[in-house]
């Protein structure tokens, strides 16, 4: 090879984990580079050495055999088992544009689902959902999906408490200034786990959360994890670096300790009355429940210590410290993702009022604090200004369901629903379209999915590698990864924005998904319409210039687009203002800045919510008894609660088949940790491979034994590529360790209908067969 073949140059990127300098030359992809500003970068990044590999990715349009014989007249059960065959983009684009249009033209708009979820790419441009909802909304609309499963429960009963969009108020957590300057502990539900700050939506100029974290401790802030998991609170990829008190809680037991919290706070007459009357209703309405006068049952520090395994004592000394100073009390997303998980969030809010610290700088709740990293980690930097995204129009159809309810609405068309006030009806799906998610990775009890998915007439997929929903798709687009293509990165959360060049060819004969929806679109009559006669390049720097100008209007200077597409990533720090967050306006002059709740207040008992009528979410926030949970009958048969958590080698089911991501498995499966003490009770070591199993399915994991994780608890991240040993079985083991087969597919309740994974529980034993051979990181049978 000649030095110039071997000639190398670096590139911008911008992904949800970091912003990277791509090293590539005519080979391919050589290495990949954290910015110097970025001084704590995960190595997540170095996955994107992967992106090529041959193994996962897509070469070329491919049809499902059957379907490519009969269309949607065929066996639709064949997904998954019959081989796919290749053929040309016009052939594909003709197939999907006339399946489109018979549904369109048969039965409605409304039959074809397009909810599309997922964190896919980036960049502004190449965004694969408002890519493709723009593309189906100039079709004439289709069923959509609301809210979302990381954070449905929460988005669904915060505006009902405090007004304001849950999304908004992540964002708007103390700062670790505030902190440092004027708190003195941090009780942390569900933590705040350095593994999540690995990411930020819409990319991440620099990770700070650890150096921040440290300054905290440094300046002798008390940090307390509620979790069954330790390391929860102050530990990466590196190790442990802070050692937080640990309250090994059982799973789902947070509601029952802020209770005993908030009983304290009032029998021992620590609450902050004058907080309460101003700034909050309905108290008297909620104090008969918490002091045991409507039920007989005081939920007092012992009641709450029966639930919780965590001593009563520890809960009233706990109540007196945060009533002592101030303080923050903070509560992870992973809490409202189980039954009844809209409780966690509004009694959390009750627990805040009633210490009275909500709007004081470095005080009060931090809603999802760390769960994306610039969630508590920003600071008050926020970007004023609006990022400018390829716009998605609007939708004609009125049409749409809970995001985790589509295999309900998928196996059950017609069926009404309550869902936060309102009915909803299932509409009867005959197409699905999924670009740029993988919901055989984020939804609750595969199996079930997986009959599902075998309804709608036909499933179109742009995928860019060999996931299960592509596996078990009739026409498949090879798609781009966006270093093979051109775009920009930014977002209205992070500070930094960047271009993203094309560092290599697309691969074999992908295409972005622009330009996958432009053929459709051309076969359908609409592709001037799509494009608006706009290329690539010229759509980066329309959507650039725009963010420009919306800066301008705000103050902020931003270089012009031939420097901006020249140069690397840039922060407009400096140039933002600090804000004032919301609940600090309120609580300055509640007349002026009231909260949209009908009171104006923090509504602790809310009459909208009592209204709806619900047995399973009533007028405040309460405790429920769970269908599983340790002690509970069902925990006879499965005794082990199942924690299935976000990963650390990789974002959601991203690059499983990355080095990082593979690298971290044991056996080619998914790492399994669990508690010495129950290891030893099934003869169990660390690096043997176990079946989980329970009444929904089963799957295999590698063991990894750790005392960072309570008795009775065991804890398989989500992402694993889904992989049933046998397609055509419709209860097969799954061999690769995805937990999704094993968690329940139930809505939270009948407000928020948000997904409930971590109400599971199982058993696990030594799988002493031979191992099946992973295949999820190979090609599936082509013809």
């Not at 690059?655 to 499966?669: E, F, L, P, W």
Request: with cysteine; charged share 20%.
């Amino acid at each position: 090879m000649t030095d110039s073949a071997k000639q190398s140059k670096l590139s911008p990127t911008c992904t949800h984990w970091g912003n990277y300098l791509v090293e590539a030359d005519r080979t391919g992809i050589t290495a990949i580079h954290p910015y110097a500003e970025d001084s704590e970068p995960t190595p997540i990044g170095q996955s994107l050495l992967d992106s090529l590999d041959k193994g996962v990715r897509i070469p070329q349009p491919m049809v499902r055999a059957g379907y490519l014989k009969d269309e949607w007249n065929g066996d639709s059960s064949q997904r998954g088992i019959e081989p796919f065959v290749p053929v040309s983009w016009q052939k594909a684009s003709e197939l999907a544009a006339g399946a489109l249009q018979r549904v369109k033209d048969q039965f409605g708009n409304q039959s074809i689902y397009g909810g599309s979820y997922g964190w896919a790419s980036a960049g502004r441009f190449h965004h694969s959902q408002s890519q493709l909802h723009r593309f189906l909304n100039q079709f004439g609309g289709y069923t959509r999906s609301v809210t979302s499963y990381s954070t449905a429960a929460a988005e669904t009963i915060i505006p009902h408490v405090l007004g304001v969009s849950f999304m908004q108020l992540v964002f708007h957590a103390p700062t670790s200034i505030d902190i440092i300057k004027n708190t003195r502990t941090m009780l942390l539900f569900g933590g705040a786990a350095m593994k999540n700050t690995q990411v930020n939506a819409g990319g991440l100029g620099v990770h700070t959360a650890r150096s921040q974290l440290l300054s905290m401790r440094e300046a002798g802030v008390r940090m307390v994890c509620v979790s069954p998991v330790r390391d929860d609170v102050g530990t990466d990829h590196e190790g442990c670096f802070i050692e937080p008190e640990w309250w090994a809680c059982r799973p789902n037991s947070d509601v029952a300790i802020m209770l005993g919290l908030a009983h304290t706070l009032i029998a021992e007459g620590l609450q902050d009355q004058q907080f309460l009357d101003k700034y909050t209703v309905g108290l008297e309405r909620f104090l008969p429940y918490l002091m045991g006068h409507s039920d007989g049952q005081p939920k007092d520090a012992v009641w709450a210590e029966s639930l919780s395994d965590i001593p009563a004592r520890e809960i009233r000394q706990m109540a007196r410290d945060l009533a002592a100073e101030r303080s923050v009390v903070g509560i992870s997303w992973s809490l409202q993702r189980q039954q009844h998980g809209e409780q966690p969030y509004w009694m959390i809010t009750v627990l805040g009022a009633m210490l009275g610290h909500m709007g004081q700088p470095g005080g009060g709740v931090a809603y999802g604090y760390g769960c994306i990293h610039n969630m508590g980690f920003l600071g008050r930097r926020l970007p004023t200004f609006k990022t400018a995204s390829f716009s998605r129009g609007s939708n004609p159809v009125a049409d749409y369901i809970p995001v985790a309810r589509i295999a309900d609405m998928l196996l059950n068309p017609g069926e009404r629903i309550d869902f936060n006030g309102k009915r909803v009806t299932y509409p009867h799906i005959r197409l699905v379209y999924w670009a740029g998610g993988n919901p055989f990775h984020h939804h609750q009890d595969l199996n079930r999915l997986r009959e599902a998915w075998k309804q709608p007439d036909t499933i179109i997929v742009n995928e860019q590698v060999w996931t299960s929903t592509a596996r078990q798709a009739d026409i498949v687009f090879p798609c781009t990864t966006m270093m093979e293509r051109n775009d920009l990165g930014g977002s209205s959360y992070d500070h930094w924005f960047s271009p993203m060049k094309k560092v290599v060819e697309p691969y074999a004969l992908s295409r972005s998904d622009f330009e996958i929806l432009t053929g459709i679109a051309e076969q359908l009559g609409f592709a001037q319409q799509f494009t608006e006669g706009r290329n690539e390049m010229e759509w980066v720097r329309y959507l650039y210039e725009t963010t420009v100008d919306n800066a301008r209007e705000k103050g902020i200077s931003m270089p012009g687009f031939e420097e901006f597409w020249s140069d690397q990533q840039f922060s407009v720090e400096q140039h933002v203002p600090e804000i004032q967050f919301p609940l600090e306006k309120f609580r300055e002059d509640p007349k002026t800045h009231p909260l949209a709740t009908p009171s104006g207040k923090i509504e602790i008992f809310s009459s909208t919510v009592e209204g709806f009528g619900y047995d399973d979410c009533q007028g405040h926030p309460m405790w429920f008894d769970k269908d599983e949970f340790i002690g509970s009958a069902r925990s006879e048969r499965f005794p082990l609660h199942l924690i299935s958590n976000q990963p650390r080698t990789r974002l959601h089911s991203q690059y499983d088949h990355g080095v990082t991501s593979r690298n971290a498995k044991i056996n080619d499966r998914e790492a399994m940790r669990m508690n010495p003490l129950d290891a030893g009770k099934r003869g169990i070591s660390t690096g043997d491979v176990v079946r989980i199993f329970n009444g929904r399915g089963a799957c295999l994991a590698g063991v990894e034994l750790t005392e960072a994780i309570r008795p009775g608890v065991i804890e398989l991240a989500t992402g694993a590529w889904y992989e049933p040993q046998d397609y055509a079985d419709p209860e097969s083991l799954e061999i690769h360790g995805n937990p999704n087969v094993l968690t329940r597919d139930i809505g939270t309740s009948k407000l928020a209908q948000g997904p409930t994974a971590h109400s599971c529980l199982v058993e696990v034993e030594a799988f002493t067969e031979p191992l099946p051979e992973i295949k999820s990181f190979k090609q599936p049978p082509i013809i």
